[in-house]
């Protein structure tokens, strides 16, 4: 007998009904058809995404290639076309796949059958994009054994709320095959209009889609096919079509990135340990060896692993936009042109973007998200201004596998991760890794400018106080109303306007330069005031901090436990004080600002007796050598030696912690002809040949940046400024300071070399 | 014994409540603090209160906290320093109108003995100066010197029997030289304490001459006293019963008779002058003579060639023969006072090379002993 549809489904009903009555203890859930206004247009927010979704859906069919037709779309109610040459739906796989909400097809068969592709889809929902774009959906789909294609229409304004989602149902069609292969969906009535630069975005976005090929060559080791742009048997087309009349819309070429002034890239590796390193012809920086270490604690001396992060890998292009000198190096160059039209590319397009598994997650690193702090922390960093790195200086990329998506789960809108802990590693990771990469990048920047400045000084052979003078007389003869003619005797004597306006421009750089390093310095200066009257301050606490241990000790005298506690306050105490005294004692030498020549003993031991216990926690021991007496240094301030010490110390100390090694310093001093020299050595990790000159400059550092979130101080702690300054002052009294050759058994040695003191002064310091 | 003191610091009343705690911890003094106050209420209040103190302790700095802050912590601006107040009480004290006291001097300010050093404006003012450290790190020592100062003012104030012999309690095989007797008398025959105290303290305990400290002992009788076990036992067996100073002040500052050493010497160990031997020939010889066998010989400094010590290296405190020392340049010296000397091991070194200056009529020998060590 023949029913109507009508009929069964009002027999459906009443069967459901009879049984919902015979198992009365249980309940089940219904869906209603509002579900599909839930998964579409409530949940992708964006008609990028949703484009983006239906692609995948093509790649995790093994298309080759997939077509977007924007049809008619300069207004509201065009038509969108994607067509896939894919392995198409026969009924069943359109029933059981296409036509099941949340289908588990993609979770039991996570790799495509012809190409092996790691499909990107698992939740099943993505098919509902098409909803968000427009309100009908045609689905054209053939199978390469099948005879026919399958032909379905779905009114997605038919899923209204209050009816029940197995009601609506959608009529399937036979018709003539329309491709060998493939699934074509036709959405028709959509819901706003696309301007060519709507359709450019959603297609540059739709083509960073999958991860570049020039981010790690890991993925091609696995066997699973992880999507890439340089798979080659998959490319997207898009042609937009108004009127009959066909516009193939183009990607945007990035060979641009070769010419970047450096190129950021680093890595977790599987056992959790993060390294970064920079490239660049153009600042000289060779990334061999180079290898910058990021730990995952928050200590600057110890490297710690990442606990839930593996095999992360970032590659970022950086450039700067304003200063086409700095690529001139060994690089290839760029013209400004070229670098204009690279910065007005990067209004649109840069930013550090997020690849899982090959596919890009949106919308980390699209502009305006910066998922890494980075435009928010540089206006923290007094060096922003030479050295700019914000989102737009950067074009980055970041790829993770997680093949199972258990570390890093997609929120189901498709539009960013879930923010747990793997997240939080990563971020921090990729956070330290590009602060040190800026410091690399700064410290290079610093040395070339340097030298530069250093072989155009010399090329003009005048010094800055005889560019002063020919400007003013330059002046001065303009005022007099001469005009300043190349006329044969005077050009000896006077600039000319261009030599006039070299000299000014000259001054510039060096006043620029100056500039920064004085607003670093009074940053300094204001700290070492503050340190000053903190340190005196404490002073004068510890007689009453003294007095009342006196007082509780003798109270209770016969409590063994309180006495213990006691006395190892005491002696902490003791430790606590040691170090205030030294610090108090080097702001009070500082005060005198007088200049006498120094013992190096005197300093040496100083330092020793202040440090020994700090050494001693941390498994270090010291060791002071001195060859000869009278080891006198030129007149100099002797909280100078306080700074060069610590700084030594500090420096051995991380050293010697990453090395993690039974430390041991040796400070030797002796005399070497006229000069007085002190070698300060450690067996810590050791400095690389390539850095040795480097470590002198400013903003150099091997620190692991301390992280997001740090404070300005602690930044400055870790700013690579130290060994500078101490060159600095070393350099000022006609010192030199460099990495020398170890003793036997250790690892780095700095060694300074002083003009040693005179007769006189030596004589003076002994008996007045 | 307990002597009451009274503390004046400007620090904040929690802090000098604290030190002052910590002095009075062992029950031997009591110390209590004050705020320095306006300079007519501090005066008459020290005055009002007199009867009850035995001393006085004073911070460097009165003004400091007015000077940072504009007032001083208790409200009032403190404009006078330490050394008024001191010299206001001594005035006072020398003109009769109240009991002299001990004056000492305290200070948490680094380097501050020092700087005190280099400026001699007020050591006739106080009776010691410490460091506030000292007070905990020595305790028992500050303890005990302070109690010994405010014992000896008492004695000067009510002994009406004073002699040079009560004052020295030197035994009768001791003689003063007489200028020193000479001095003595004439503080004696107007007896202001204070005055007598510092000279005692300055010219007598503090240098050497007519008594020795415990380093410059040991150095005379050739013994590393630091090595030897029985460094206690020969003090207080043979030592001390001989020749430990008794006199005022003794209970503060430990001393020995430098000619009770030389007497018991001749008489007990061998008749010859022990300044003739070599430091292990005068240990063997102890030995014999007292039995007391945990006894090592001091060793010579690096630089130096004779173990015939009789004076210590002012800067290593180790034992030196005079011979080999250079003289430092001592303020004031007395016709009764040694020389004194560092040894060039630790000029060379620089070992608390800021603790004493080097006399300049040692510049050319300095030299030439660089210029051998060179060759």
Redesign the interface.
């Known amino acids: 007998m023949v029913e109507t549809r009508e009929e069964l489904i009002r027999q459906r009903e009443a069967l459901d009904k009879q049984l919902a009555e015979l198992d009365k203890d249980k309940v089940r859930f219904s869906v209603d058809a509002g579900i599909i206004d839930r998964l579409g247009r409530e949940l992708m927010a964006k008609q990028e995404t949703a484009v983006s979704e239906l692609v995948k859906n093509a790649y995790d069919a093994d298309a080759n290639e997939v077509i977007l037709q924007f049809v008619n779309t300069d207004a509201v109610g065009g038509t969108l076309i994607i067509e896939d040459d894919g392995h198409g739906m026969d009924l069943e796989a359109l029933r059981k796949g296409f036509m099941r909400l949340s289908s588990t097809d993609k979770v039991h068969n996570p790799v495509s059958p012809k190409y092996g592709r790691k499909r990107a889809g698992r939740k099943g929902i993505g098919r509902f994009a098409t909803q968000r774009l427009g309100s009908r959906l045609t689905i054209i789909t053939q199978t390469e054994e099948s005879e026919t294609a399958l032909k379905v229409i779905i009114e997605w304004d038919d899923y209204q709320i209050d009816r029940d989602i197995n009601l609506v149902a959608n009529l399937v069609e036979e018709i003539p095959k329309q491709n060998m292969q493939g699934t074509t969906l036709i959405i028709d009535n959509l819901r706003e209009n696309w301007t060519t630069a709507e359709i450019q975005r959603v297609f540059r976005y739709v083509s960073d889609l999958l991860q570049p090929s020039y981010l790690s060559d890991r993925l091609k080791k696995s066997e699973v096919v992880f999507a890439s742009q340089e798979d080659n048997s998959f490319s997207v087309n898009c042609q937009r079509k108004i009127n009959e009349e066909v516009e193939t819309i183009s990607d945007i070429d990035k060979s641009f990135f070769e010419k970047a002034l450096a190129v950021f890239e680093g890595f977790v590796d599987m056992s959790g340990e993060g390294f970064c390193s920079v490239t660049s012809k153009s600042l000289g920086i060779d990334s061999l060896n180079n290898l910058i270490s990021i730990s995952a604690g928050k200590s600057r001396d110890k490297v710690e692993l990442y606990n839930l992060i593996k095999d992360v890998h970032f590659k970022a292009y950086y450039f700067i936009y304003n200063r086409p000198d700095y690529y001139e190096g060994q690089g290839i160059g760029i013209s400004s042109i070229e670098l204009k039209r690279v910065n007005d590319f990067a209004q649109t397009s840069s930013g550090v973007r997020l690849y899982r598994n090959g596919f890009r997650v949106p919308p980390f690193g699209d502009v305006g998200d910066d998922w890494l702090d980075i435009d928010e922390r540089v206006s923290m960093q007094s060096h922003a201004r030479r050295i700019p790195m914000t989102n737009k200086n950067l074009f980055g990329f970041v790829e993770i596998t997680d093949e199972k998506g258990h570390l890093f789960e997609e929120t189901s809108s498709r539009e960013g991760l879930i923010k747990n802990e793997a997240f939080g590693e990563l971020v921090d990771f990729l956070i330290k890794a590009f602060d040190a990469c800026r410091a690399r990048v700064e410290s290079s920047i610093g040395f070339t400018e340097k030298k530069k400045k250093r072989e155009k000084r010399q090329k003009a052979k005048r010094d800055q106080i005889e560019q002063l003078k020919g400007i003013k007389d330059f002046i001065d003869s303009t005022e007099d109303g001469q005009s300043n003619t190349t006329d044969g005797e005077e050009k000896g004597e006077r600039f000319s306007r261009e030599e006039a306006k070299a000299a000014l421009e000259e001054l510039e750089i060096v006043l620029d330069e100056q500039m920064d390093e004085i607003a670093m310095l009074r940053v300094l200066a204001g700290m070492g005031l503050s340190i000053g009257e903190f340190v005196h301050e404490i002073r004068q606490f510890s007689p009453a901090f003294e007095g009342d241990l006196l007082t509780m000790l003798a109270a209770y005298a016969a409590n063994d436990e309180m006495k213990q506690g006691l006395t190892r306050l005491s002696r902490n105490f003791e430790q606590f004080q040691s170090y205030a005294a030294y610090f108090d004692e080097t702001i009070r030498n500082n005060a005198k600002r007088e200049l006498r020549p120094i013992e190096i003993r005197d300093v040496v031991r100083g330092f020793e007796d202040i440090i020994r216990r700090n050494a001693l926690k941390n498994n270090i021991k010291i060791e002071s050598n001195f060859i000869g007496y009278d080891l006198y240094t030129c007149p100099m301030h002797a909280s100078e030696w306080s700074s060069i010490l610590f700084n030594f110390y500090s420096n051995s100390k991380k050293a010697i912690i990453k090395a993690d090694v039974s430390g041991k310093i040796l400070i030797v001093g002796s005399e070497d002809e006229d000069k007085i020299v002190l070698e300060f050595s450690d067996n810590g990790i050791g400095i690389p040949p390539e850095n040795s000159e480097r470590v002198f400059d400013a903003f150099f550092t091997t620190s692991t940046p301390a992280g997001r979130g740090v404070s300005q101080n602690e930044e400055l702690l870790g700013s690579g400024l130290g060994l500078k300054i101490i060159s600095d002052i070393i350099e000022s009294y006609g010192g030199e300071i460099f990495v020398s050759k170890p003793p036997e058994g250790y690892k780095t040695c700095i060694r300074i070399e002083l003009p040693e003191a005179t007769e006189e002064q030596i004589e003076k310091e002994q008996y007045v | 014994m307990s002597n009451r003191f009274l503390y004046i610091d400007d620090?904040a009343p929690?802090?000098?409540?604290?030190?002052?705690?910590?002095?009075?911890?062992?029950?031997f003094l009591i110390v209590t603090a004050e705020e320095p106050l306006a300079w007519d209420t501090r005066t008459s209040r020290i005055l009002g209160n007199i009867a009850q103190i035995e001393g006085v302790i004073l911070d460097w700095r009165l003004t400091e906290e007015t000077n940072r802050t504009g007032v001083g912590v208790g409200g009032t601006v403190v404009k006078y320093s330490a050394e008024a107040l001191a010299q206001h009480l001594r005035f006072l004290a020398t003109e009769g109108e109240i009991k002299d006291i001990p004056i000492v001097l305290c200070s948490?300010?680094?380097?501050f003995k020092e700087y005190y050093r280099r400026d001699s404006t007020g050591h006739n003012l106080f009776d010691e100066v410490f460091e506030?450290?000292d007070?905990?790190?020595h305790?028992e020592i500050v303890v005990r010197q302070l109690n010994c100062l405010a014992e000896a003012y008492k004695i000067l104030q009510t002994e009406q029997e004073l002699s040079l012999e009560s004052i020295f309690a030197n035994p009768t095989n001791i003689e003063i030289d007489v200028r020193l007797a000479g001095n003595i008398s004439t503080f004696l025959g107007n007896m202001v304490p204070h005055e007598l105290i510092g000279f005692l303290q300055k010219e007598i305990i503090k240098k050497p001459g007519i008594l020795i400290n415990e380093d410059i002992l040991a150095a005379r009788l050739g013994i590393d006293k630091d090595a030897s076990d029985e460094w206690n036992t020969l003090l207080e067996t043979v030592i001390n019963p001989n020749l430990k100073y008794e006199g005022l002040l003794s209970d503060g500052w430990t001393r020995w008779w430098a000619d009770g050493l030389i007497q018991w010497w001749k008489r007990d160990i061998h008749p010859t002058h022990p300044q003739l031997r070599a430091a292990k020939q005068r240990v063997k010889l102890i030995k014999e003579k007292t039995g007391v066998q945990g006894l090592v010989p001091a060793e010579k400094l690096k630089f130096c060639a004779e173990s015939e010590f009789w004076t210590v290296c002012v800067a290593t405190k180790k034992p030196l023969a005079t011979s080999e020392g250079l003289r430092v340049q001592v303020t004031n010296e007395q016709p009764w006072q040694d020389e004194q000397y560092v040894s060039l091991f630790a000029?060379?070194?620089?070992i608390n090379?800021d603790s004493y200056?080097?006399n300049?009529i040692e510049?050319e020998r300095l030299a030439n002993l660089?210029r051998m060590?060179k060759a």
């Open positions: 620090a929690d802090i000098r409540n604290a030190t002052a705690s910590g002095l009075s911890s062992s029950g948490a300010n680094q380097g506030k450290n007070f905990a790190e305790h000029i060379l070194e620089r090379h200056k080097l300049p510049k660089k060590l």
